[in-house]
């Protein structure tokens, strides 16, 4: 993670967990990372305010007590720091939990953990209880959300290799806007720059390390950015026809809707069901196995196929 990075996370935690608003001279004296002359940091602390706002954090500001012209405070209401999930069915809710207790037992890093300790020590009390979403936004595995992040947050170009569909790199330079994560995986929105449009593009299919060119500051972030939209104009509707054994695939059923009954097969219902994002759609079937059969659209039925003889060819 670097620095600047680091002291974002830093920052997100104290204006998170305080219990109150906290002033600029506070913050430089808690959160690591604020070094320098007073204009070095104030510069610093209004990038870090705006980058955080970049990334869909609602900073608040207020006084300690409004009848009186006490200096500005900062914080992060935990209202205003929570996941939008919109609509969950009961196994979704249960994933969810399952999560949830997961990270339950997680900590802080010791840097963050500093951060709550000084403002404790300088009198603010703060809760880290009120920190139980924040762990799951900024962790990852993939190498190159931190990066893609930077990248959002200093406004610079930032290149990679991804795999088209033929699973074969080709080189992208991209000004990064958004990250999200949809479908358990993390996506890229942003103007690609080679064919001058908005794009997205998943991280696990990023081919090695994206690096960072350019200098900073170097493009404006469109302040109308509509993740959903842009996931819903990025991937069109297909229609898959399938055989699924009766009594079995249960969740894929509640999407599905019957074929024609005249061509059913003993044991077996024919189905359809659309579909957007294809390569999601296809580990979904592979998930329920020999329950589900691919008809059509061929192309699919034989991209299905040739990963399972690969399979084969590799686990025996």
Known sequence: MSRKTERLVNLT?????????????????????????????????????DDLRNLGIEIEVGTFDPLFEDESGYRIKPENYQFQLGDVNPAEIALLSLAAQAWSGASLGSSALSALNKLHAIGIESDIELLPDLAPSIVSEDINLPIVIAAIT???????????????????????????????????????????????????RISGEAKLQGKSAGYEIPANINIDAAFASASKVETATLLLRDGRVLNLRTRTRPADTAVQAEGWQRVYIDFRDRERFIEELLWYGSDVVVLEPVDLRSQIIDLLKAGVRRYG
């Open 154 to 204: 200093s406004r610079t170009v930032i290149s990679f290799d991804y795999l088209n569909e033929e699973m074969q790199p080709e080189n992208r330079a991209v000004e990064s806007h958004a990250v999200a994560s949809r479908f358990g995986h993390w996506y890229l929105i942003g103007n690609d720059l080679d064919r001058k449009a908005q794009r997205i593009f998943r991280l696990d």
């Open 13 to 49: 935690i104290a204006l998170l967990a305080t219990k109150r608003y906290i002033t600029k001279s506070e913050i430089f004296r808690t959160v690591d990372g604020y070094e320098g002359s007073d204009e070095s940091k104030e510069r610093m602390f209004e990038r870090d305010k």
